[in-house]
């Protein structure tokens, strides 16, 4: 904790600006260096990887629980790959033109650029549903009255043929 005070003293930045103490611990600090990265489009397993040092399946679950427990943090999450999308977008219409992201002629073959479209399509579908997936609007405008309904009914009825009959056993 003292280093932590002598960093705000020396830097006059608040806490929360600074970098963690211990490598691999969540502060405010990594969590708004996560949504960036999140918002250029790098994975979230990318990023605790290089940013946060941590490198385990169980370790991403449980920034994946934090991220999920708090409502707010959970909104900044999705927020931040909504935006990501926007820049996979741009990754894929590049791969489809045989292009690198510096816009200079890729050499990759054709299949594989044809798989980078694809996962990008898909990630895209996934993270930003109204933007670019497949969802389906039906809107309808219905007004029913349920007087004109049951006036309706008492029509048919009145108008109705009763059959009799003895029941056979």
Known sequence: MDTVKAKFEMTGLPSWMLQPAVRGE????????????????DPLALVLRDLCHLNTKQEYARVL???MKDEDRKAEYY???EIGTELMADDAML???GLDSDGSMSMDDVQRSALRVNTRKWLMS???RRRYGDV???EQNVTLSIADAMSEADRRLSGAKVIEGEVIK
């Open 95 to 97: 791969a489809a033109d």
């Open 26 to 41: 969540l502060n405010e600090y990594s969590w708004e260096k996560i949504l960036e990265a999140i918002a250029t489009g």
């Open 126 to 128: 996934c993270r930003n």
């Open 65 to 67: 629980r934090w991220i």
């Open 79 to 81: 927020l931040a790959q």
């Open 136 to 138: 389906k609007q039906v």
